[in-house]
């Protein structure tokens, strides 16, 4: 009787080995398909500019390098001494360029190398300029101080937030108008928001179109800055029913 139990008992055991080893089923339920609608919608908002950037310089040639970056630091600073007389603060000006280069003269005659060489020197200071009505008049006295580069003045607005907020929510708007319009069609209704997103396209800062060398009369430079556009789009997907 022994024996018997003890081989009933591994044959029991042998048995649920086998069965852990078999195939397992596992039974999942089909998800149900979202059908979507996406829309795109838009807001602008247009901004009077109320800070610029201006690079302004000195160019000088000379014979020696020397005497070249001699007279052209003189000329540097007599700008720089012009626009903080004039009101600009100090952290908003900044050195962007110094460059000195060779150049071969020629004879204005034969146009041909004399083996003599001209020296360039270039300086250029980025400045920022948060009083726009004086812009022309800090034209006029940086010119009047020395510099004789004036290039690439950018028109731009310091805070954008409020009116990239009005603009979000304008977009927003566009977007669930599009989405009403199109399910009325469509014959369809729109359920929950699935996903949403948006790109705000801030206002590249406008040139005014002036550059290079500048001769400025007495009167005041005439600057106007204009408008900016800003432009936000929102992306969004509902459900649909």
């Avoid at 903080?84 to 146009?111: A, W």
């Amino acid at each position: 009787m022994k024996t018997k139990s003890v081989l009933f008992t591994a044959v029991a055991l042998l048995a649920l080995v086998l069965s852990a080893c078999g195939p397992t089923t596992i039974t999942q339920q089909a998800q149900p398909v979202v059908r979507t609608l996406s829309v795109t919608g838009s807001g602008q908002a247009n901004l009077v500019p109320d800070i610029a950037y201006i690079y302004l310089g000195a160019h000088t040639e000379k014979p020696s390098a020397s005497d070249a970056m001699n007279e052209n630091n003189t000329q540097t600073q007599s700008i720089i001494d012009a626009l903080t007389k004039f009101g600009v603060d100090k952290k908003d000006i900044r050195t962007t360029n110094f460059s000195i280069y060779p150049t071969d003269k020629y004879d204005p005659q034969t146009n041909q190398p004399t083996g003599e060489k001209i020296y360039s020197v270039d300086n250029t200071v980025y400045v920022t300029v948060r009083n726009l009505p004086k812009l022309g008049d800090l034209i006029d006295k940086v010119v009047a101080a020395g510099a004789n580069t004036v290039n690439s003045i950018q028109f731009d607005v310091a805070d954008k937030d409020a009116a990239v907020k009005t603009a979000r929510a304008d977009a927003v708007k566009d977007a669930e108008v599009q989405a009403k319009e199109l399910a009325g069609s469509a014959g369809v209704t729109l359920g929950d928001i699935q996903s949403i997103g948006f790109f705000d396209n801030s206002p590249t800062p406008v040139f005014d179109g002036k550059g290079g060398g500048v001769a400025v009369k007495a009167a005041a430079v005439p600057i106007q800055p204009g408008q900016l556009t800003l432009t936000v789009t929102v992306s969004i997907t509902y459900a649909i029913k």
